[in-house]
């Protein structure tokens, strides 16, 4: 071992090496000016494409394991397994095609109604598929890594859903990988409305995947357990209409003006594995498609 | 001790990239929140061993290439791990004599002292800590710490690294 060979110089055990102080200052300074480049001027966004693009191997060799868990999975299923999802599948696929029938024909209608308005018509949106990569290991922040990048034309604020309802949005997109924000981050507030009133709201993350709150709804508001809330459009982020979730709790203080009631989103937030990013062209009251941060104050 | 630079820089790399993969394996239920902070924790043993190789400046080059590998800010862990590979190259000597257990508490406070400094940057940029949970990472850390000491030095032998 290397401990063996006899030392060229004496070494103390409690000596402290000066040089190593200032060495130490000049990393920390230097970590200080990064972090005050990237959170406030977001000028580092070249490095982190080069450093994200080297880290990309890296971010897949993590994810290997689970996706050899799900091939085996798939490979090892037994025959009766495999038929009844099949079976299942099927029954659903028939459901579901019958309720797109009804669903063209409304939807055909209610564009030539609102064409007949000359109201703005609601532009058919694309989807694209992404997998998760990573989940933020600080337990603290709803953030998510995904599989699709800026090559795929993922931008910035945009909205992503499960199959279920609204999961958050993009904060950083890089080159071949993106970064989500779930609206049950402290950090994010999303604009909502109760379907079942209309009336229009924040729904604000609490840092608990079940939990969302709405802290600007008076005392005398009207809002029931069991009201739906859906996307307002406000804000020029999320499309109009999608599922966010549903008030469980809604209680009056007659100390404070405001009604403290919580929400539980549809999106199952602390099992998801594929997202579906949303493409979609809102008109925003800036001009330019998600340019502006109005929906959510990222990080 | 030499000051003696003998190859292994891949296989240093290596171990960091495996403690990367380590911390995205899930974990059992309540265990979760007590993930040790492998990448730290390797740190802190590369630059116990090989003091005049892994110091400061790895020490924050490995933290930057983990903002940007989980997503971070950018120079959040690179600040952390730069003050633990300090702390660890000023009390090496003190360290490194004792056996893997009685190493355990030093290491124990080296991370406290890297988590608390992660969330104070956190808590900066908006994200306060809502418990003290956050602390529990350190004691998972202290925990594994003979073990990943006794498979590191095994390591550390057989590549000759110097």
Redesign the interface.
Known sequence: ???L?P??RI????T??PA?IL??GF??A??????T???RYRL?SG??DV??T??YP??Y???L??EAKGWLNENLAGRGALLEENARLREKQLFLSVQLQKLTALEAENRRLRSLLESAVNKPERVLIAEML?V??????H?I?LNRGRQHGVYVGQPVLDTSGVAGQIV?AEPFTS?AIFITD??HGLPIEINRTGVRTLALGT?NFQELKLPHIPNNGDVKVGDTLVTSGLGGRFPRGYPVGAVTGVEFDPGSPFASITARPFARLDRIREVMLLESEVPDIEGTTAAAPAGARP? | MTDETRGGGWIIALSFLAAFLLGGVPLVGGLERFRPDWVAMVLIYWSMALPHRIGVGAGWLVGLLMDVGRGGLLGQHALAFAVVAYLTCQTYRRIRVAPPWHQAFSVLVFLLVEQVLVFWISGVIGYPPRDWWYLAPALGGMACWPLLFVVLRDVHRHFEIG
């Open positions: 071992m290397v401990a060979k030392s060229r070494q103390y055990l409690f402290v090496n190593a060495q130490l990393w920390v230097l970590s200080v000016a990064t972090m480049l990237d959170h580092l490095l982190r450093l994200a080297a880290a890296a971010q060799l993590a994810r394991p689970a990573a933020d290991f600080d337990l603290y922040r953030r890594l950083q970064m402290v950090n840092g990080r």
